[in-house]
């Protein structure tokens, strides 16, 4: 039976299932229950299995299953679906814990990133702390800074088998899941107005961040293809992946896609043994991926020209001044996670979590002077364990973690939760690769 259970999660059947899990919940808007059933799903390997990488999964694709992220989510049945779930999970991971660690008398690792973390959440508690207006959001922060590092915490605890490639198949299956989502939101009304507009609102995600996902695929697929007997399909994902950030019309992310997509394909295409195969499947892909921005152009041309030329910044300077005004007034501590904004065209996203549109400008304004040194050691860490001991794996994550860090120069990533998953998740992954490898050999032998 548990031999049945463990080869379930270790397919790439399992991964599907979630996915379409997700997006029946999502289509049928089933929210904080349709998230409940998958991580409770994914926590169920937790009572049979030594690798738990169908839990891990399960928490970083639940998230696509969320039509509705406003108040309204918190109904009194979702809180009680959150109870019962927390429970349930609780007495998963104290059966894991017990069982793997408590009885075999292994130790429990916390990680190389957990001092950087520990920092940066003190820091941005103490962000505010003289701003008259201040609302922290303690909670709010507290919570998502806990999701993160539960994520990363199960990845370097409870990875044992290789699933380097396993995990770079997810993220396929979770870029094809989205892609189905907005063509579906895209299909309600005009659908090339949809586009042109940027009407791609999942609830969980919209279009600009949706694209970065997009980003991350392609070092991801490029990795994935390396003397692959299916190079050709990764080839063509990773042209794909870099066609659908155009066709989210997001402008930072096509940026980035541009020079990340030909340094990727080169990089993959030097490290094959099977360079005529790639070669084929280059011109096929990019002959299919040319036809589809021609398609969005030809419908679009005039009013896609004129969205470029006309407002380039999308109002993002006007942030920026209003931020370092705000750093002038309050350079030590900054004004905290509260938005008090008085540019008269955002004056109803006053109070909102996330507004600041760059990473960097969120640090200094939010957390001030302390918080640019505090966060000083939260991204050494994670930048050293990404280029120490360098493998074609570490390359791929870097370059996806990189793009991520890239457009949140001018959007929102600090604050985004569902980005943040993949991306520990990437490091947990990181982390974990010696043991991964060596368990790899031991298996072999």
Known sequence: MSDKIKKLYDSDIYIISVCIFAFFFWHFKINGLGAVII????????????????????????????SDITDNLMTPNTKYYIFFSAIYILIAIFTYFFKNFYLTKTKVKFGSLKTGILIALIVALLGGINYPYNNLYAFRLIGKVA?????YFLCINGLKDDSRRYFCRMFIYACLTVTAEVLVTLNIGDFWQNVFYKHSILGWGVSNNLAVLFLML?????YQSIDSKIDFIYVFIMFFAAAFVFFLLSKGCMVIAVFSL?????????????????????????????????AIYNKLDDQIIERFKGDFDS????????????????????????????????????????????????IITCFGIVGVIGFIPFYFQRYRLLLKNMSMFKLACLVAVLSFEAYGLIDVMFTNLYLNLFVFMLLGLCETEPVMKFNSILYKN
């Open 39 to 66: 991580v409770a799903y994914g926590f169920f390997s937790l009572f049979f299995c030594k690798d738990i990488k169908g839990a891990i999964i399960s928490i970083v694709l639940c998230v696509m299953s969320f």
């Open 147 to 151: 999701g993160v590092y539960f994520l």
């Open 218 to 222: 392609i070092p991801l697929s490029a």
């Open 262 to 294: 030909p340094v990727c394909y080169i990089y993959s295409l030097k490290k094959t043994k099977r360079k005529l195969s790639y070669i084929i499947a280059m011109i096929i892909t990019v002959s299919l991926a040319l036809l589809l921005i021609f």
């Open 315 to 362: 109002g993002r300077f006007d942030i920026y001044r209003e931020a370092l005004a705000k750093f002038r007034q309050y350079p030590i501590f900054g004004i905290g996670l509260y938005r008090d904004i008085t540019i008269p065209t955002l004056a109803n996203f006053s109070n909102y979590f996330w507004i600041w549109h760059s990473t960097v400008i969120e």
